[in-house]
């Protein structure tokens, strides 16, 4: 992990990022003709192709992050009670960040732990 983000999120990141310099390749390339002449035709059909691939595997990564968030699990955050998707086994939540995992032998806290200890908090803000 790169980011601290949710796996889903880091894809959608990748995606955009590729895409993004593809384009810019591309643009450039075409620059190039516009400044360098006829010498520039080089750069431009360099950028083209670098630019078309990169799209291309951002259009994979987007393909793949959707073929990836169908299997994915839907849940509650317990941290800020709103619908996250997970990865795998551990993945952040898509809001707030918090590590949630599915593996009991991972978790350091489990969710009835965590309400219990959020119900308490709220308890002494209360009180104070
Ligand atoms: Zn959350």
Redesign the pocket.
Known sequence: MLFKSSKINEFRLWGLLLTMLGMGLMVLGTAGIVFWGHSGRIVAAIGLVVGLISMMGSLGIYFWAGMLSTTAVQLE??????L?KMLGKTDR??????I?TLDPAKANITADELELRQSKSAQDVTTN
């Open positions: 955050c317990p941290e800020c009670h709103k996250t939540c898509m809001f707030c960040k918090t949630l």
